[in-house]
């Protein structure tokens, strides 16, 4: 509800005055507009284009420049970031916590990004790791995760949580993450499923200890989509054990589905939803014993189309009542 629809209902029930109703009103139509979010978007924005900008001249110039100037450039740059961050960092807290400058945040999201930049122009140049490709993603993470939680970013905990899945995919399969997808491998999607029950466990656990609670929705966001897609990988693509990897989804969709119920969290019931889905609609056309399936296809998707989206839709109104209860 808006504003003026909460002042409307509570001048109906005679809580509110008429004449304080309308200086209410007055006080909020005429209050200053909040661009915070807005230009904290723009900064990000602008941090991406920068270092991609910064990628691109490296590609199109490091013949004219010179490998060692150019990394030379990237590492003071880098470390100059990681400087100003470190001299505005937030005072350690298992609390939520903000740096000291308004650009604290910003200094160290582009270390991170100038990081990987130097590391890849760095194996592209010199092939300092060889081919020890699971290093390559190794680092990122082992750097990514700690500067998260002494910084209280959720943007570099994202990255750090990235590097580490890929270095699980790299581990296992090195040569054919390049060729190929990773779920065509069994043991690089039974790899994926224990990483992200691993993610997903700690999160949980370092809510209840109340160690950065607000991280615990990155870390689901990120460890749930992969747990999601390496079952229905599996399913995919492992007739032995498909049986396995269709109660396995099953069980980590009505996970979701409650975990959203008890958060109030739509994300987590559209994952759920969308995911189990896409499981139901293949064992369903992959079993049904018909050989042509037009008639009986084309009304399974419209019928369990709209009962997804009409569950969906009637979770709405509960959110947002609970949202204006808060």
């Known amino acids: 509800m808006s504003p003026n629809d909460v002042l409307e209902h509570l001048a109906k029930q005679g809580i509110v005055p008429p004449e304080q109703r309308a200086k209410i009103a007055e006080i909020e139509q005429l209050r200053p507009f909040s661009l915070h979010w807005e230009l904290r978007a723009m900064l990000y924005i602008g941090i991406v284009l920068l270092s991609t900008g910064l990628g691109l001249l490296v590609y199109d110039n490091f013949d004219r420049i010179g490998h060692g100037a150019l990394l030379a450039v990237m ?63 190794l680092l990122p993470a082992a750097l990514f995760l700690p500067l998260a939680y002494r910084f209280d970013h959720r943007g570099v905990l994202g990255m750090g949580l990235t590097a580490l899945i890929s270095w699980v995919g790299v581990t296992v399969r090195p040569l054919e993450l390049y060729v190929k997808t990773n779920f065509f491998n069994q043991e690089t999607t039974i790899s994926a499923i224990v990483l992200a029950l691993i993610l997903i466990g700690a999160a949980l656990w370092l809510q209840q200890r109340r160690i950065k609670a607000h991280f615990t929705d990155t870390y689901l966001t990120i460890a749930g989509n992969l747990l999601l897609v390496a079952l229905l990988g599996g399913l995919f ?60 296809g084309y009304w399974y998707v419209v019928v369990t189309g709209a009962v997804a989206v009409t569950y969906l839709l009637k979770q709405l109104p509960r959110k947002r009542k609970a949202n204006e209860g808060i």
């Open 237 to 296: 693509n492992f007739e032995n054990l498909r049986l396995g990897f269709a109660l396995g989804l099953l069980v980590a969709c009505v996970a979701f589905d409650r975990f959203a119920r008890r958060q109030q969290s739509f994300l987590y019931l559209l994952m759920s939803t969308v995911y189990g889905y896409i499981g139901l609609s293949y064992l369903f056309f992959h079993y049904m014993p018909f050989d042509d399936l037009g008639v009986l």
């Open 75 to 137: 590492a003071v740059a880098c470390a100059g970031c990681f400087w100003f961050a470190w001299q505005h960092r937030p005072v350690w807290s298992t609390h939520q916590t903000q740096s000291r400058s308004a650009f604290g945040d910003y200094a160290l999201l582009l270390g991170c990004l100038l990081f990987l930049t130097l590391e890849g122009y760095a194996q592209y140049a010199y092939n300092v790791f060889g081919t020890r490709y699971g290093l390559v993603t």
